[in-house]
């Protein structure tokens, strides 16, 4: 079964990260798990800004990643961006987090079947995952999975 996986920043940065090695190795793993080309990374216009506020040294190793990987570039829509707002104001995320409920909006409305992050705080956490599951049923776009890393690297370990 192939996989449109969309990565948010956390996930293309987390690379080099200085200061959890056992992040650092998972990223790595999960990276060398979709660069068989079994599934498809998503990235979006969200993704691309924050990756180009990046330090260059950041900048050129997530080029680097996304080079190897089987990759589609997602666009904002109207439609993205009223749903995110939708998140915000219904209070799935907080106002601050608005750049969070971006992707999670962008990766809905393509259709995407799974939002990696390492953001425990505003993504990867079961309360949020409902409110935006209720949401987008209320709404009527599709569920998303919002996953870390590893999530999909113990289910995939059957996939080679």
């Given amino acids: 079964m192939s996989l449109r996986v969309y990565l948010d920043t956390s ?20 990276f060398t798990w979709l660069a068989q080309g ?3 990374a998503c990235v979006s216009a969200v993704t691309r ?27 904002e829509t109207d439609d993205s961006i009223a749903l ?3 998140y915000v104001e219904r209070g799935a995320l907080g106002p601050n987090a608005f750049d969070d409920a971006r992707h ?31 949401i987008n049923l209320e709404l009527g776009w599709p ?7 590893t999530e999909l690297l113990e289910e995939g370990q059957d996939d080679g």
């Fill in 11 to 30: 996930v293309l940065g987390a690379d080099l990260d200085t200061e959890s090695t056992e992040r650092v190795d998972a990223t790595r793993r999960f």
């Fill in 104 to 134: 999670l909006a962008i990766a809905a409305v393509h259709g995407v079947d799974i939002v990696v992050s390492w953001n425990f705080r505003h993504m990867v956490n079961y309360f949020k995952r409902q409110r935006v599951h209720a």
């Fill in 49 to 75: 800004r924050e990756v180009d506020d990046a330090p260059e040294r950041i900048r050129a190793r997530i080029r680097e990643i996304l080079a190897g990987l089987n990759l589609e570039i997602l666009g």
């Fill in 38 to 40: 079994k599934h498809v």
């Fill in 143 to 149: 569920l998303v999975g919002i996953v870390a890393p």
């Fill in 84 to 86: 995110a707002r939708a």
